[in-house]
């Protein structure tokens, strides 16, 4: 799936309610370095270890709500926070920018 920078920078605000200045300062490379993609709730759990991990927090309605995840193209978008903040860069899914 590819994205541009300007359309990485509107999911980001839109979806995952990430502020503009942040993205500015942080880098929109070290963003999308944060995002994985996944087909669906399902992969997204097994991949993860998130329900494993967080059963109890691991329902679609709940991952979505709370923008841990969001489907955008009909992908499951999953944008680590603690990626984004440490930059590192072992993501799971693919963007490219």
């Known amino acids: 799936m590819r994205f541009t920078a300007e359309r990485m920078k509107e999911i ?6 990430i502020p503009e200045d942040m993205l500015d300062k942080m880098g929109i490379e070290q963003a999308a370095a944060a ?7 399902e992969e997204f759990l097994e991949k993860t270890g ?3 991990d967080n059963p109890e927090y691991s329902s679609e309605e709940y991952l979505t709500g ?9 992908k499951l978008l999953y944008f ?5 903040e440490n930059g590192d860069n072992g993501n ?6």
């Open 12 to 17: 980001l605000k839109a979806e995952f309610l």
């Open 35 to 41: 995002l994985e993609i996944y087909g669906g709730i």
């Open 50 to 52: 998130w329900g494993r």
């Open 66 to 74: 709370n923008r841990i995840c969001r489907w955008v193209d009909g």
């Open 80 to 84: 680590s926070r603690i990626v984004w």
């Open 92 to 97: 799971e899914g693919e963007i490219h920018i």
